[in-house]
């Protein structure tokens, strides 16, 4: 019998890129994106890549940090990583995971591109996982990844909020679809997590309180102009097959976290709007195209 994502987690979510690479370890955030896809028959063979490549991180520590203190001072500082895992820890033990999200997402959406958008990204893979079951190896991955987007925390592009669309994640749908239109036409890394950035915000939109999450729309297409500022775009424009799954097996083959991710975000994107652009970058980031 293999492992279930909790199993998975318990191993991975400690685990970090050696140094001196700045690098970010994908192996959580690509665990939780192949449960999503049902692909948990895939998961020992990814923790064990995983195990061979990466080493154990620092661990948490009680931290100095009460209710009330001047956070804002220890963003951006990977020095205290512990103590701001120790503090996650602690907040989610005793307020929940669901109003520490509520919080702190608002306080680090200004920092969403910070990381190349990867604070974003494994803290809503984290949350969606929480959201499913509410059990020790998901709150530390909760904390763990909120602690990261806090240390990598970068202040980004200014941005006003609008309301130009009815509800928030309709926002951020349109923003997701822009983005898989420019990554389609310059399939870069960095266009990759424009895409799975925006899809991250989605998970996290439905978590906030109504203004917060326009906020974070807000910001998100702020940060869009700047990613792809000059670049060429699809439209987002596929064509007129349908979603097929060899995409699934084919990313969960490669190894490669990003394939995965990319693939997980792309058929959501495509099952929320019916836009064919998400199955083109589906089949781009797979080389299928």
């Known amino acids: 019998m293999g492992l279930d994502l909790d199993a998975a987690l318990a191993r991975v979510s400690k685990l970090t890129v050696p140094p001196p690479s700045h690098f970010v370890s994908h192996a959580p955030m690509a665990c939780e994106a192949l449960d999503a896809l049902g ?69 680090l959406m200004p920092g969403l591109s910070a990381a190349l958008f990867h604070g974003v990204i494994r803290t809503s893979h984290a949350v969606r996982a929480i959201r499913q079951s509410d059990v020790p190896e998901r709150r530390d991955e909760l904390a763990r990844a909120l602690a990261h987007w806090a240390v990598w925390f970068r202040p980004g592009a200014p941005s006003v909020t609008s309301s130009a669309f009815d509800a928030p994640g309709e926002g951020v749908l349109a923003a997701a679809c822009v983005g898989v239109g420019h990554f389609v036409s310059e399939p870069s890394i960095r266009n990759l997590h424009g895409v799975t950035g925006a899809m991250a915000v989605h998970l996290l939109s439905g978590h906030l309180a109504e203004g917060d999450a326009r906020a974070s729309v807000a910001q998100l297409v702020a940060e869009h102009e700047v990613l792809f500022a000059g670049q060429p775009s699809s439209g987002g424009e596929g064509d007129d097959a349908p979603w097929d799954d060899k995409v699934v097996a084919t990313a969960a083959r490669s190894f ?34």
């Open 39 to 107: 692909l948990d028959e895939a998961l020992e063979a990814w923790v064990e890549g995983s195990e061979k490549t990466l080493i154990v991180e620092a661990s948490p520590v009680a931290s100095p940090w009460g209710s009330s203190f001047d956070w804002e001072r220890e963003l951006g500082r990977v020095e205290v990583l512990p103590q701001w895992m120790g503090y996650f820890s602690s907040a989610i033990a005793s307020d929940g995971w669901s109003p520490t999200v509520a919080l702190w997402v608002p306080r």
């Open 256 to 289: 490669d976290p990003h394939q995965v991710k990319m693939v997980e975000a792309c058929r959501r994107g495509f099952e929320l709007t019916g836009d064919s652009g998400f199955i083109l970058g589906a089949r781009v980031v797979t080389r299928q195209r």
